[in-house]
């Protein structure tokens, strides 16, 4: 016969490894939107006939808006549940990198890049609380190395099926596919994450 106990922990242990896992997801995407842009500066160049300088606003658009963003949520917020911020700043995360994948314009690219870096910013702080929240001390090692994971696997697999796409469809469809994504992961946590 079968602990009960046993049982009720199993099934908490299997809920925070979905937890981690999908978390990971997160940080996967945000990491893939934010590294893919720097291998398309070909495609960008191009399209909007821009040169170097006005590409290097692009890039540093989503970075700058990331820091400003992070600096004033900061005194704001730890008023509000992990898992509302968590879904409120993942949904503009997703909605930014879908707005890039349609930018038609230099400027709406810009824009769209902004206001991701806004919403993306903010994305690995709140893997990173959440982890901490979820893992006692002595666990919270491991769970960091599962969310830390997939910075490599962005790497590794994320920007080059990126670049892939890209090459077969246009330089959009890399953000269309982590947008979609990401719009998956937030549906997910909506569902899944405990308040």
């Known amino acids: 016969m079968t602990n009960p106990i046993l049982k009720i922990r199993n099934r908490e ?37 821009i040169g170097p300088g006005e590409f290097s606003v692009i890039v540093s658009a989503y970075t700058f808006s990331a820091g400003i963003s992070s600096f004033f949520a900061a005194f704001l917020i730890d008023r509000f549940d992990r898992k509302t911020a968590l879904i409120f700043t993942f949904t503009g995360f997703s909605v930014g ?34 982890v901490s929240d979820l893992y006692s ?12 994971a997939a910075f490599a696997l962005a790497s590794v697999i994320g920007v080059p099926i990126g670049l892939y ?12 596919m982590v947008g979609g994504l990401a719009s998956v992961f937030t549906i997910v946590t909506a569902f899944v994450f405990p308040k």
């Open 97 to 130: 990198t879908v707005l890039v994948g349609l930018a038609n314009s230099y400027f709406l690219l810009v824009a769209a890049r902004s206001l991701t870096g806004i919403f993306g910013g903010l994305v690995a702080a709140l893997v990173l609380s959440v």
């Open 137 to 148: 001390y002595r666990e919270r090692g491991k769970a960091m190395g599962v969310v830390s």
């Open 165 to 176: 796409l890209a090459s077969q469809f246009s330089w959009h469809a890399p953000f269309f």
């Open 13 to 49: 242990f299997e809920k925070r490894n979905l937890l981690l896992y999908l978390l990971a997801a997160m940080n996967f995407s945000h990491i893939v939107d934010f590294m893919i842009m720097m291998p398309l500066g070909d495609y960008l160049m191009n399209s909007f006939n």
